[in-house]
């Protein structure tokens, strides 16, 4: 039987001087709410954690969360605190969170000491943020936890900016928005890329496919394969005819139009992003469009054509020039003689 956890966590931070760039942030508090699987609040979870790299707590860290040292001066160190979580956690469940960030954060202090990996891939979890928003909103804008709160008109009965009582709101929003229909559209932590070509993500959504790609040496060679650049209505599988090439106006995002002859119209967007072992892979959505978005999308396209070329001229201006200064400089150096 499958567990919602709605898990939050609380972190510390260095300063300039003091940073750990293996632990930027360092967990000082795990909360989390079990919810079975009708989304009934079943059990709770809170874990003081006693730090062991930053031992001063960040200025900006106090006003947020009003914790002191001292309130973590008896509590457990992160790997028995995350030991203990883990087993309350049980075997089969899903993690959920308020945005996509403590994931993140989760990982890297797991690596940090060591600790087992969840898995060697991207991580499967309910962004709750997200969901909130496509219920709510446009899917796209993102609301903080204590606006959602009050729109929902839950009762403000614990602190917010504790880990436990965050995610005592976050289970309240999810229990009273009950939207399993919504809850399709789960996101990937990708703290993990995947390993190879084999165990790459393609998942298909009710509007939309997503694609993550394994690692790549450099941006140029990811935008050489066939897999990445590929665009197939996410409905029926079919190829599309493209109509706007892959083109790039700022060079982290490439987009593409094509057509599906049953189902119409599709922008796939490439994001190109760097994991946290700072290499290249990519993150492509593709999605129905109308004909006005297209047209907008040719035009980039041509825009992005005429400044390749611009880019190109100078490049070879420079490259002639550097030829020329060359060949001056050895006339120069045979009249010397
Ligand atoms: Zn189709």
């Given at each position: 039987m499958k567990n919602y956890i709605v898990m939050d966590l609380e972190w510390n931070q260095g300063s300039a001087l003091t940073e750990n760039p293996n632990i930027p942030f360092e967990v000082i508090e795990i909360g989390a709410v079990k919810l079975d699987e009708n989304r009934n609040i079943v059990d709770t979870f809170d874990s003081l954690i006693r730090p062991q790299v930053y031992k001063k707590m960040n200025a900006m860290t106090q006003k947020v969360i009003h914790m002191d040292m001292k309130d973590l001066q008896?509590?457990?160190i992160f790997p028995h605190a995350f030991r203990k979580f883990m087993k309350w956690c049980g075997d089969d469940f899903i993690f959920c969170t308020w945005g996509n960030l403590d994931l993140t954060e989760l990982q890297t202090n797991m690596r940090y000491y060591g600790l087992e990996p969840f898995s060697?891939?991207?991580l499967k979890y309910l962004d709750i943020q997200k969901l909130f928003s496509i219920v709510y909103s446009d899917g796209r804008?993102?609301?903080a936890l204590e606006t959602a709160v009050e729109f929902m008109q839950i009762e403000k009965k614990e602190t917010f900016h504790h880990a436990d009582g965050d995610a005592w709101y976050t289970a309240q929003i999810m229990n009273k928005m009950n939207r399993p229909d919504v809850e399709v559209y789960y996101s990937y932590d990708n703290f993990h890329t995947p390993k190879d070509a084999e165990h790459e993500v393609h998942a298909k959504f009710p509007t939309y496919s997503k694609y993550i790609s394994r690692v790549f040496s450099d941006k140029a060679e990811a935008m050489k394969d066939s897999e990445v650049r590929a665009t197939k209505c996410f409905i029926c599988d079919r190829e599309l005819r493209q109509t706007v090439q892959w083109f790039s106006l700022n060079s982290k995002?490439?987009?593409?139009?094509?057509?599906?002859?049953k189902h119409g119209l599709m922008r796939s967007k490439l994001r190109v992003k760097k994991n946290e072992k700072g290499n290249v892979y990519i993150v492509k959505t593709l999605r129905r469009c109308d004909q006005e978005e297209a047209d907008d999308l040719k035009k980039k396209e041509r825009k992005a054509k005429v400044q390749a070329e611009k880019y190109e001229a100078i490049e070879r201006a420079k490259a002639k020039r550097g030829r020329n200064h060359?060949?001056?400089?050895?006339?120069?150096?045979k009249v010397k003689k």
């Open positions: 008896n509590a457990e060697d891939g991207p804008t993102r609301r995002n490439y987009f593409n139009v094509g057509i599906c002859e060359v060949r001056k400089k050895k006339v120069i150096k």
